[in-house]
């Protein structure tokens, strides 16, 4: 199995390619982002630990009881890997606070053929949205907030 995210599992609305595309430092910092997100959706969440620093924060990963550090993540990424593997990312919309905080407005769609929260593989397909807030230093994930109705997704599967 390939380590590597396909590349079309990444898609990018018009206006966040254009900050892509222009010669800014928002375009560099964002290719930090991306490089976050390919880790992220690998098969192999190993890779996690090149785009991450050895004591990131995944608040809403701790709130549900997983570990701090890049273990609490790689954790979390093996089970929504093996529930959800086609998961598909558009990132529509992406602002900047200073040189090191991004938050992204991103919507997901996938098909569950694997247990998730407890609930065994449906093969409906879903879709929720997800915000993100995180910090970079040195160009690898420190902190990170992201805001996903967890709630919501287990109706989908079960409704």
Not at 45 to 58: N, Q, S
């Amino acid at each position: 199995m390939s380590a590597k995210p396909q590349a079309d599992q990444i898609e990018l609305s018009p206006s966040v390619r254009a900050i892509l595309d222009a010669d800014r430092p928002e375009s560099q910092f964002l290719k930090h982002f991306l490089r976050y997100l390919q880790a992220l959706l690998a098969p192999d969440p190993a890779g996690l630990d090149r785009v991450v620093t050895p004591d990131v924060r995944c608040h809403e990963l701790e709130a549900i009881g997983l570990p701090r550090g890049p273990e609490g993540l790689k954790m979390f990424r093996r089970q929504v890997n093996a529930a959800i593997p086609d998961e598909h990312i558009v990132i529509s919309a992406v602002r900047f606070e200073g040189d090191d905080i991004i938050e992204a407005d991103m919507v997901m769609d996938a098909t569950q053929t694997g247990e998730l929260f407890g609930i065994p593989a449906t093969g409906r397909k879903i879709r929720f949205d997800v915000h993100e807030r995180c910090r970079f230093v040195d160009g690898k994930l420190a902190e990170r907030q992201a805001q996903v109705d967890f709630e919501a997704i287990k109706r989908k599967l079960t409704d």
